[in-house]
């Protein structure tokens, strides 16, 4: 059973169109949940940290939730530039100190 | 967040061969690690560099495949040694700023992509 799942595994919008990727987690012991970027050709790029739930961070059009099982990025009226791979990623404390178990991602493409 | 650089950024080798994949972060930083992202899969960490130990594999990843090197605060090299088709991946370092500890946030290199013939 994988551990971090994010749905849906590609998503199509159109611009200006809300919608919301899901990463939920089945692991014990959360130390944080972090949110990332990843461009074609590119390395992840980091957006946002959450540490526990009910806790929420925003950055532009992207907003960050959290609850005991799962994280949900918002994205709000999206532009084209938005396309890219969204990675969830979790530190837990059945894991290594520093180790980092990432879900596949969710594909976003928007289209003008 | 630190600027993390890696070379190559790209590679093609033949199956039999080693390559060696560089990073260089511009600040000193303790921590670093190496991961693999496969076609469709997830970031997989392989190891953890620390400077002035050997580095920590995890499970699946051995030193002989993989060797580390960590001779600074700034710098670490992974080998990927007697290459086959199925190590052709994106070779990712990441590092995570002193301040964060354990849990906190990891900024990652551009990616090294090896194809292996």
């Known amino acids: 059973e994988d551990q971090v799942t994010q749905s849906p595994e590609a998503l199509r919008l159109q611009e200006g169109e809300s919608s919301s990727l899901n990463c939920s987690y089945t692991v014990s012991g959360l130390r944080g949940l972090f949110w990332y970027r990843q461009d074609p050709g590119k390395g992840p790029e980091f957006l946002f940290t959450l540490y526990s739930a009910g806790e929420e961070k925003e950055k532009e059009r992207l907003k960050a939730t959290l609850t005991k099982k799962e994280s949900f990025l918002h994205i709000t009226a999206p532009k084209p530039e938005d396309s890219a791979t969204y990675l969830c990623?979790?530190?837990?404390?059945?894991?290594?100190?520093?180790?980092?178990?990432f879900g596949k991602g969710t594909k976003l493409s928007v289209i003008p | 967040s630190a600027v993390i650089s890696q070379k190559p950024s790209r590679d093609i080798c033949q199956r039999g061969t080693s390559l060696t994949i560089q990073c260089q972060v511009d600040?000193?930083?303790?921590?670093m690690f190496w991961y693999r992202q496969q076609p469709g899969q997830s970031l997989t960490l392989i190891a953890t560099a620390n400077q002035g130990s050997e580095a920590t594999y995890e499970s699946g990843f051995v030193i002989d495949k993989f060797p580390i090197s960590r001779p600074n605060l700034t710098f670490s090299t992974l080998t990927v040694s007697n290459m086959s088709p199925e190590d052709s991946s994106i070779y990712l370092c990441?590092?995570?700023?002193?301040?964060?500890?354990?849990?906190?946030?990891?900024?990652f290199g551009p990616g090294t992509r090896l194809l292996v013939l």
């Open positions: 990623a979790l530190s837990y404390s059945g894991a290594g100190s520093y180790q980092l178990t």
């Open positions: 600040s000193q930083v303790t921590m």
């Open positions: 990441s590092v995570a700023p002193p301040a964060g500890g354990a849990g906190g946030t990891q900024y």
